[in-house]
């Protein structure tokens, strides 16, 4: 049965900041792997998807990588804004379709001005 | 192009009621997805439809159910309420085509069961 876990659990950084939220996983065999942003009584953002084939994925201050065989997904955040304040899930998609995602309990992340 | 939306937005329910949740995908997406999110438990998933078809099942009771019409919009039933059914519940659409399996989720129901 697929575990995921997050850590840290939370963090505060001052604005400016360049962070990594880590997530692993227990079996290598995944189809896909995303993270989201979840705000407060919100639903999910999609921020990244990175295919079982790929090593890493970028969209503007975002990068997220991924080691299969380590089992472990990081999302770096460059240059941290109080806009990023938000609690970060990853999610790992390992079923045929990648439709079935097992959640992580999520990082949940305070930029202060 | 409009995203997935999810209707109600609030639910108040007493135990023993039934509910039924609707979700609309982004069009031309075939697969949604439906995942309840409690503080205690996080996000588990729920279950897949594709194409009419439920095609995969999270570890949940029987009480919980679901359809897919062949216009893809999606429904969440859920009969005889428990306390414990209080949550967010979240559906996500995809193309779920090879290489375009990125998953969109909704805004989310939220029931209360009383």
């Known amino acids: 049965k697929q575990e995921v876990t997050q850590i840290p659990a939370a963090l505060s950084v001052p604005e400016g900041e360049n962070l990594v939220l880590n997530c692993s996983f227990t079996?290598?065999?995944?189809?896909?792997l995303q993270w989201f942003r979840q705000d407060p009584g919100k639903g999910l953002t999609s921020l990244l998807l990175i295919q079982s084939s790929q090593r890493e994925q970028t969209s503007g201050r975002l990068n997220a990588s991924l080691d299969k065989s380590s089992g472990r997904s990081t999302l770096y955040i460059a240059a941290s804004q109080p806009g990023d304040s938000a609690t970060y899930l990853c999610a790992v998609g390992d079923d045929n379709y990648g439709q079935n995602f097992v959640f992580g309990p999520g990082t949940r992340l305070s930029v202060l001005p | 192009k409009a995203g997935v939306t999810q209707t109600p937005r609030y639910l108040i329910k007493t135990r023993g009621q039934q509910v039924t949740l609707s979700c609309s995908p982004i069009s031309g997406h075939r697969s949604v997805s439906w995942y309840q999110q409690t503080p205690g438990q996080g996000l588990q998933f729920l279950f897949e439809?594709?194409?009419?078809?439920?095609?995969n099942k999270g570890n949940f009771p029987g009480r919980f159910s679901g359809r897919q019409f062949s216009n893809s919009r999606s429904e969440m039933n859920v009969s005889t309420l428990e306390l414990g059914d209080s949550a967010l519940y979240l559906c996500?659409?995809?193309?779920?085509?090879?290489?375009?399996?990125?998953?969109?989720f909704g805004p989310g129901t939220r029931l209360t069961v009383l």
């Open positions: 079996d290598s065999a995944i189809y896909n």
């Open positions: 439809y594709f194409s009419e078809t439920q095609r």
């Open positions: 996500a659409s995809s193309l779920a085509a090879s290489g375009f399996n990125e998953q969109f």
